[in-house]
């Protein structure tokens, strides 16, 4: 709230800013690649380690096991949802270990991880740093969305893997009826059984809300100036939400044709250009002032920075069970380049990242 407040009274530069800041954002950035995908060259004793070719530079993740209370019938079993990218793995890595972590039942959860094409790399690091992991993986077919997306004003938002969460319901299994979607660049510090259970009443959607957002500012004036689009808004409250948590009813989802809704705006947006960000707008479009509100604990994003300097954000007020560094800055960067922001202290304890120090150093 006091977010929204705050940026309403900044001049557009600023506004736009923070608002690529809430975009979830996957950023192809050659040098991460390189970081996470090479041996660490000072290390050679490590790049000769055990395993040979398929040798993971993350180090393997404790077991964790069930509490008692497990086997009851009351426990379900938790889905969750992230994309999976070479770029983003030491950030899903951190995830994953914060989530398993935190839970009580942390053998009741499965990943559904979706990715544009097999990587062996990829796929072997989250089963050598992960043995007991129980997940799926799905592959995202890009042509499916590659003709639908329109150049917004930050490239990292145009990859086709961030549409990935718009076509999630029709990739996971019939039998999975709700989903937790997750972004990579984030950690979970409370119990995700407790974001599980969130009461979805009879909407399709649970996500933290802000509802001081101005959506003359996310639109452009060709949307504003059309005798039936901006309808689309009529008796809905202008609220925003961050697409990169959310609690989704994936049943509701395919019943609704929900995929559908958000392509004919993507469509619409190809043809006459109404909005300048990439895959959080026809979110806004379908679903503003129409999801389930949760606390905002479950999404204190921004982390990242704005997206032009990447500069510190601090935490807002109030408790936090989940952090999120959407925006451009991302912890694992900053604490590599040794400039990081404070909040990126929080991140470290997570990084199973073999060659970095800075988590043996806290
Ligand atoms: C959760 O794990 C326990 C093992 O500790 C198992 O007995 C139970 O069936 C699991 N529940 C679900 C819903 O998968
Ligand atoms: C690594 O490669 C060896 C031999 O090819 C194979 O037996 C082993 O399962 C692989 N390990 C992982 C984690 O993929
Ligand atoms: C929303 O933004 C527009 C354009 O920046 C401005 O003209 C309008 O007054 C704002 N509305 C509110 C309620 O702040
Ligand atoms: C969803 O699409 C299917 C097939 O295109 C159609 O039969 C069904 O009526 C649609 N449902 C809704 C709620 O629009």
């Known amino acids: 709230m006091a977010f929204w407040s705050l940026s309403s009274s900044l001049p557009l530069l600023g506004l736009l800013s ?18 996470i995908l090479q041996k660490p060259i000072d ?23 069930n509490g008692e209370t497990c086997g009851s019938l009351a426990t379900d079993r938790i889905h969750v949802a992230m994309t999976l990218d070479a770029n983003y793995l030491r950030g899903t890595m951190a995830a994953l ?22 990587e062996h790399e990829v796929f072997s690091s ?23 997306i329109s150049k917004s004003i930050r490239q990292a938002l145009d990859q086709p893997l961030n549409y990935a969460r718009i076509y999630l319901a029709n990739l996971i ?24 259970k969130v009461d979805l009443g009879d909407k399709v959607l649970a996500a933290p809300e802000y509802c001081h957002a101005n959506f003359t500012t996310y639109f452009t004036e060709t949307f504003w100036s059309d005798p039936y689009m901006p309808r689309t808004f009529e008796q809905r409250k202008p609220c925003y939400f961050n697409t990169g948590v959310m609690v989704m009813d994936v049943d509701k989802w395919r019943q609704g044709n929900y995929t559908k809704r958000v392509e004919d705006w993507m ?42 300097e990447g500069k510190c954000r601090s935490l807002h ?26 909040v990126d202290h929080l991140w470290a304890p997570y990084d199973l990242y073999r060659s970095s120090r800075h988590s043996f150093e806290e």
């Open 18 to 35: 923070l608002l690529l800041s809430h975009q979830t954002s996957l950023i192809t950035t050659t040098n991460v690649r390189l970081a």
């Open 43 to 65: 290390q050679p004793e490590v790049a000769n380690g055990p395993g040979g070719s398929n040798f993971s530079v993350f180090r393997e993740a404790p077991a964790f096991r």
């Open 97 to 118: 270990l914060s989530i398993l972590q935190h839970s009580t039942c942390p053998e009741n959860v499965t990943f559904h991880f979706l990715w544009v094409r097999h």
């Open 126 to 148: 989250i089963k050598s740093t992960f043995p007991y992991l129980s997940f799926k993986v799905y592959i995202f077919d890009v042509h499916r969305v590659r003709g639908l």
């Open 173 to 196: 299994p019939d039998e999975v009826k709700r989903v937790i979607y997750l972004d990579s660049d984030l950690v979970m510090v409370d119990d995700i059984a407790k974001l599980w």
């Open 267 to 308: 469509i619409v947006q190809k043809q006459k250009r109404i909005y300048q960000l990439g895959s959080m707008p026809p979110f806004l479009l379908v679903w503003a002032g129409n999801i389930m509100p949760i606390d905002h604990r479950w999404n204190q994003h921004g982390l990242g920075g704005d997206n032009i």
């Open 317 to 342: 007020p109030g408790p936090i069970s989940l952090l999120h560094w959407s925006g451009k800055g991302k912890p694992w960067l900053r604490l590599d380049s040794r400039k990081p922001c404070s």
